[in-house]
């Protein structure tokens, strides 16, 4: 019975194709019949900065470097100079056009992604459904906004890493460097981002200078991921600086917004509540609204698009701890990778219109923790 529903399973190509095709329809849906939900504000303010950079009534010139790496300056650039091409009628279609082709490389890149773990083509099939029809995954990837790339460059971070853990190669590593170049300037956050990979990454290459460090590995790199989670934040600077900025960025925010976090500006800041405010935080990030949550209806789709997303995390910390009792350091780095990710956006979001956006760049990662095969992962 399995051997034959698998066989009705579309060909992971053909799955591809369709998310493209449905995302392209909701482009054009957007650009003439109306503004989709969640597609305005952002998208809108990029699509018109665009245009103004398109007729030259944005200065494209930049004094400094530190100028052009202004938050979205790039995706600016990339989007005006599209529409210096096409009749001004067609400019919000074809920045969703873009956007749309743009989430179908990323989704090619999750393809070899889950190829690499060796599922075969039905398992594979059912992982790229999952991704190709998450609801607010498809109006935010087909839409002028930066989530698509951030999440193209976020499964090509991912794809290179995977390809270090199982065979440190110098040209892995140059594209792994070129790759979280290319995605810093779709965010300034993802600074730390990049650190916290680049970090990782130096700590597993330690095994070719330490034969000390190669017995005990996967000791000294939970060890690490401590340090990042609670010494640094509790004994240094760092603590002061991210909770100034998480404090301006949340208390200059409208307070009485429908979709706000309820108790989020109530956490005290405080050095003996720092890790509780983390959590806290993730949580309502990763699975606000609740249902008791006074809702419209399109955030019952929201509702169940994240109690979805929570049995994907189930099934994560199933196989997290399952990691743990094999000793398997590669699938603890791809999770602590994801999940350090998810921490950094959810520091600065206050409402779960905006969580549901920031969480599409981190969809590959989480569709490929749930599918994978732990004793494949070396």
Known sequence: MDNIIYKKIPKPETIIIIGLLIRIICSFANAFFGILPGADHDALTFHESAVNFSRGEEDGTFSNIYEFLEAGKAYVIILGTLYKLIPASF????????????WMFSAIILYKILQLNKLNNSYISIALTIYSILPFGIIYTSVTLREAYQLLLINLTFYFVILILKKLKTRYVFG???????????????IFFIAFIISVLLIISMDKISKHFRNHKFLTLILFISVTYIYLPYYTDFYSFLTDQVQNYKFNHNQDARAIYNDQLRITYERNYFLFSLIYSLIQFEFEPYPWRETLNVDYILIAQNAFKLFLFYIIIKKLILSFKLKNLSYFILFSIFIFLEFLWSTGTVNWGTAARHQVPGYGMLIYLSFANIKKIK
């Open 176 to 190: 792994l460097l070129v790759t979280l170049f290319i995605l810093y300037f779709f965010h300034k956050a993802i």
């Open 91 to 102: 400019e919000l279609f074809a920045g969703g056009i873009l956007s749309s082709i743009t």
